[in-house]
């Protein structure tokens, strides 16, 4: 019997479905078969992959049958090409020379000007304030990027350049999912917002570029300073403009997710204030200020896993997606080429036979690690050759942010809107979460 389902419904009311709610149509369909074809063109099929076997599949068993296509069509035209948005030899030759920016030993440097930013944000909050804790993530995750990837320290460019990263991801996600993508050059108003927010975010970068070269001691341990001292086999240099891509993917892979995440997580333990004792009964044994940052990071077990479970209630990159290049068996099943595969891990992480009351918060089901569950039941960083190559990065980043402000405060809501999710290009609170800060402790 196949493994491949198909809908019930028109062509037409499946596209206007996933148009209109994109995360409920991809939950909708997450109990309807392990494939659901959704009966588009005979010529450039689309499913949604439900079982963690093909997603498998695709993601490891059979990577090189699959480039991103679309998505990275989208993208690169923000980032050019790439780590995020380049394939083949070409994404291969990048992995390799981006690999040694997320070595331990650098992640342990990281890790201080994580705790230091977070400690400023914290000293700058008074008891009883209101805040966008959305901006203020957003903020305080951009300046890590830079001081860590590009050691830039962004001062009072911080918001203007918050908004520039937003613009150009809004502009992306809107366009992602349309039926066809009309060039950056047609001077609609959507795309002249683009433009101009890849204009400021380039200006900034080419400085950052053209000081590096003309004072490299300071970018020696950065992302900056280890592309400029990286050669090829026939000792050429990293072009200025594959500099500029690298440094625009990290700007837009590195800081938008983690932001969100942590801006879900404040939101949940405000939500579940049963977790948010434990949380603090973890830090309230915890002194901050003496010890590394990373032997710090490495005792807050409860906090890893709250991010663990808003990782998979919240899953940043809500859909992965990816394109057949040519005909591909998976699983004894054929797919043509320019098939799509829709792999949502905000569906999977939902599957109710996978985990008990799925839409509770619950960090503890995270106790005894995640062997139980089937292999890509849960996989908020992807995996393969694609995965997430800032995976401890982030999860360093989000717990010591976590840890830091929640030893001083903890976040209420202020008012009693309902929280809607909105799938851009990562899974965002719509309009944002405004919250008071209380000092506790
Ligand atoms: C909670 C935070 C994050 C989440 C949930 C996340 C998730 C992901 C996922 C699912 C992918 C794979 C996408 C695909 O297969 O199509 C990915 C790729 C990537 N991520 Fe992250 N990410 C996070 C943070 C970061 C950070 C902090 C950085 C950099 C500092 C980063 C840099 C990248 C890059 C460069 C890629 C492309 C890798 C490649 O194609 O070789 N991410 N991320």
């Known amino acids: ?66 480039i991103k296509g679309r998505s990275s069509s989208v993208l690169s035209r923000t980032i050019g090409d790439g780590l995020l948005t380049s394939e083949h030899e070409k994404h ?50 951009l300046t890590v990027i830079a001081q860590t990837m590009f050691a830039t320290n962004l001062e009072e460019r911080k918001s203007e350049l918050a908004a520039a990263v937003n613009d150009t991801i809004e502009r992306s996600a809107r366009t992602l999912f349309l039926p066809f993508i009309l060039p950056l050059g047609v001077p609609t108003p959507g795309n002249l917002v683009h433009r101009r927010a890849i204009r400021t975010l380039e200006t900034m970068i080419y400085e950052v570029i053209d000081d590096a070269f003309n004072h490299p001691e300071p970018y020696r341990l950065s992302l900056l300073g280890l592309l400029m001292d990286t050669k090829d086999a026939q000792g050429q240099g990293i072009p200025s403009d594959e500099m500029r891509n690298q440094m625009m993917t990290m700007l837009l892979a590195g800081h938008e997710t983690t932001a969100n995440l942590l801006t879900w997580i404040w939101f949940s333990l405000a939500e579940n204030p049963e977790v948010e004792a434990k949380f603090h009964q973890e830090l309230d044994h915890m002194d901050l200020t003496t010890g ?138 719509k309009g944002g979460l405004t919250m008071a800060a209380y000092k506790h402790g």
Request: charged share 25%; proline share 6%; with cysteine.
């Open 92 to 141: 291969q030759q990048q992995r390799n020379y981006m690999q040694p920016v997320f070595y331990k030993e650098r992640i342990q440097a990281y890790a201080e000007t994580v705790i230091g930013e977070a400690r400023a944000f914290a000293d700058r909050l008074t008891d009883g304030q209101t805040l966008s804790v959305s901006d203020e993530m957003m903020k305080l995750t």
């Open 292 to 429: 590394s940052a990373m032997e710090n990071y490495r005792k807050l077990s409860y906090t890893s896993l709250i991010i663990q479970e808003a990782l998979r209630l919240y899953p940043p990159a809500w859909v992965i997606l990816r394109e057949s290049e040519r005909e591909v068996s998976l699983l004894g099943e054929t797919f043509p080429p320019q098939s799509t595969f829709l792999i949502s891990p905000y569906a999977l992480h939902r599957n109710k036979h996978v985990f008990k009351d799925p839409d509770v918060f619950r960090p503890e089901r995270f106790a005894d690690g995640i062997s139980k569950w089937p292999r890509f039941a849960y996989f908020p960083f992807g995996g393969g050759s694609r995965s997430c190559i800032g995976s401890n990065f982030a999860m360093m980043e989000a717990t010591l942010i976590l840890a830091v402000i929640g030893k001083q405060f903890r976040f209420r809501r202020v008012d009693t809107s309902s929280v809607v999710p909105e799938p851009l290009i990562s899974l965002r609170i």
């Open 1 to 66: 019997m196949s493994r491949v389902t198909e809908i019930d419904s028109s062509r037409l009311k499946i596209f206007l479905a996933f148009q209109n709610d994109p995360l409920q149509f991809v939950s909708s369909l997450l109990y309807d078969g392990d494939m659901v074809s959704l009966r588009s063109s005979r010529k450039r099929p689309a499913y949604v992959v439900n079982s963690p076997e093909f997603v498998q599949e695709i993601l490891v068993g059979k990577d090189d049958f699959f």
